[in-house]
Structure formats: structure tokens, C-alpha cells
């Protein structure tokens, strides 16, 4: 111990070593003699404990390494990284990538001053739900809608607008956990409602929620199961059945989408996502998604029916609470633009990427292997069909086709080799299948090929 404290060496020895000299120029003298103080005022409490295990010739080396270690405030925590999983609306990665325009809508809002409660006709205030409510309402044939911080927050404002004190009735095979633990019905009970379970976890019929309809019933609840999926001998009340229920009985039914697919399932390759005008034209009186899943757009949740419903649901004091800023209507509204003007295909990358033929992937994933291979003979390098999925519980159990880049080094293991594409700049995220780091071109821009290919070339 003795030997460890005489051996450990004074702040004012380490600062003119090059690499604190570095961490000073990218901060300041200030910062960087804070960040030495603490790394051998961290290192003395442990030789003084007897918890450092280290001969004293490493002293100084461990000291710089903890002063400058990659935890240090200058480098920002949430970055960039390379999306090669191949999960396209991935919620640990981001999910949806956002379309130039949407990008630039935000930037120009974001710099500037805005309308965002301003009418500019009258010179009087205005309103911030104004700005998306009009694309919403054309777009999807409804009376009204809303915007408000993700669809976990719709679902909430919803069931506590129209529900609170009384009892809302849940099919068993849609009482589901989303990740990230949105349970249906823990959101239920916070919202101040009362779950009424009705039918089987496999079947629920209509005459199930019928029977359950009572004095103290306030709505009809449908969820969409999201990341699970029953097979077999199932059965679900389709929403145009329940919407039929709702109009007989007068008691509002809410579906919750989750995904809010706009366009043509089918062409995703999706076919048996609902679409969400299709729900709202079977007389459902509200629906609720998400803005950053299949539509493509920022985080959001958009809550979207009768004019009726949303007026309550706008005078509820829990709406300033969940309420968005200027940058997310300026990219949400950039976004269904797109939708409007029929280039949603085109336009939006999510779209683009879950359209995109497993020919085309092929075509970049056999260029890319090609390069590869010339420029690292090292690396053994395949090209073989694969499945890619749309991911953020869009669409459960469907994949689509891809054409996979798979990776064999004689040095490294997968493992190694996946840790240190995470730690190349930018981080690539790539995915291990039979013990092979795999690479899905279907998520990663043609821009970010060269960077990718980067990281490989400089692994080792
Ligand atoms: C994803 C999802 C949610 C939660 O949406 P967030 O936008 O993540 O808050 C709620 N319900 C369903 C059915 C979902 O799929």
C-alpha cells in the first residue's frame, strides 16, 4: 500500500502529459485538471482501501486512462449510430429516421421565432394544436385530431377524458405489455378507470362485450397486440363490429393502433397491419398511433375521431402536460405533407426502407462484400438471404426478405467483432446470428455505406 501512495503521482505532475494536454484543447485547463483530481483522488481511495490491484510503474498510465476515459462530458452521451439490424423502426435505436423536408421544417422553426401560438391573420394568439389538425383531418377522413407527446400519452389522455371513474371494456387477448412497460392494464388504472375483462386470451366474441355493458360502462376498448401474436384457433371482434356496438348502446370505442400504418398495408409487405383510415371509415369514434413508428415521423402520439370526443379531450388539464413543441409539428406536418401529396413511398425513409426489394439490397450487399473483400482479404465475407423486420411491434410475426453481409475474421469472434464496430465512430449496431456478426443493408442509407465500411477496415 505504502509503495502504491508514494508511487501515485500530483496533478500538477500529469498536465503537460499530451493526452491531458488534448482533453484541455477540446475543453478547457479547468476541466481537464477537475477530471485528473478525481481520477487520483478516486485511485488513493482505493489503494487506501486495498481495493487496487496494480503494480506501482502502472500508476500513471491507469491515472490518464481514467482522466480521459470516454465518460467525460465533452463527448455527448446520444449520438449518431449506424443502423445495420436490420429492424427498420428500432425503439433502442430511435426509431423512425426522419425525410430531409421534415428536417429542414424543424430546422427552420427551431432557429427562428414561429407561429406556434400566433395567428398571424388576426395578430391575436393562436393555437399550437392548429398545426397538424388540418393534414390529420384531410388525410385520414376524421372531424378532429390531436398531437401530444407519444401514443402512450394518447391512450392516457384518452381513457381519462372519457373514462375516468368508471369502467372500460378489454377484450383478455389485448391486455398486452409494449415494451418499456406500457401495460394496458397498469395505463388503465392510472388513467383512474376500471378494467372489465371480457372473453378468452385466444377468443372474445361480440356478445362478450355486450353482456359486460352496464350502468357504469364509458367506453369500448380495442388495442392493437403490437409485439405478440395468437395463432391457431383465435378469434377477435373486428373494429366495424364494435363501432356497431358503440352506436347501439351510445358508448364511445376507442382503438388503439400503436403503428397507424397510412398507406396501403400490402405494399409494406405488411398486408395484415390495419390501416388507419380504413378503422376510422368503420365508424370507430376515436383512434390513436404513434408519429415516430410506421408513419415515419418524430416521437408523437396523434389521437384522431369525432370532433366531439377531441373537444373534451382538449380542455383536459392533462393536455398541457402532454402537449408537443414547435419542432415536432414542424416535423410531423413536413412528414404528412408527404402522405398528402402521395410521395410518402418515396419520401419518407421508414417507407423507404420497408419498400425497398430484397433485389436492390442484394445488388448493394454483393458491392459491398466485393469491397470489402479486396480491400481486407482477411475477412471471410458472404452475401445470404436473411429476414429483416419492421420492428416498434409493427406488424408481429412478419418479416421481409433481405440479402445479408455476413462476417468471418480468423482472429476475431463475432462477439469481438460486433463490441468494436459499438465502439467505432460512428458506433455501428450490427447483429450476431449463428455466431457470425450479420449486416442488413435494408437500415443503413447508401450515404453511410463508406462510413461502415470504415469502421470494418479499422477493427482490428
Ligand atoms: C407502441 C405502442 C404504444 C406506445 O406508443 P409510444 O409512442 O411508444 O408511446 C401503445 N400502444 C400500442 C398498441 C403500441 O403498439
Redesign the pocket.
Known sequence: MNALLRALPAVHDLLDEPVIQELAARTSHAYARDRLRAALDGLRAEILDGALDIEPAALVREALARATARDDASLPTLRRVINATGVVLH?NLG?APLSDRALAAIVAVARSASNLEFDLATGQRGHRDAHCERLLVDLLGCEAAVVV???????MLVLNTLAEGGEVIVSRGEL?E???S?R?PE?LERAGCVLREVGTTNRTYLADYERAIGDRTRLLLR?????YRIVGFASRVSPGELAELGRRTGIPVVD????GCLVDPGALGIGDEPRTQSVLADGVDIV??????LLGGP???VIAGRAEFLDRIRRNPLMRALRVDKMVYAGLAATLRAYVEGRAEEEVPALRMLTASVESIRERAVAFAGLLASAAPEFGVDVLAGRSVPG???APGVDLPTALVVLHHPVLSADEIDERLRASDPPVVARIEHDAVVIDLRTVRPDEEHELMDSLLHLA
Open positions: 425503439t426509431r407527446n407519444n401514443n402512450a400519452a394518447a391512450v398486452v409494449i415494451g418499456g406500457f394496458v395505463v388495442v392493437h397486440p403490437s409485439n388503439d393502433l400503436g403503428s390513436t398511433f404513434s408519429g415516430d413508428k416521437q408523437c402520439g416498434a411491434g409493427s
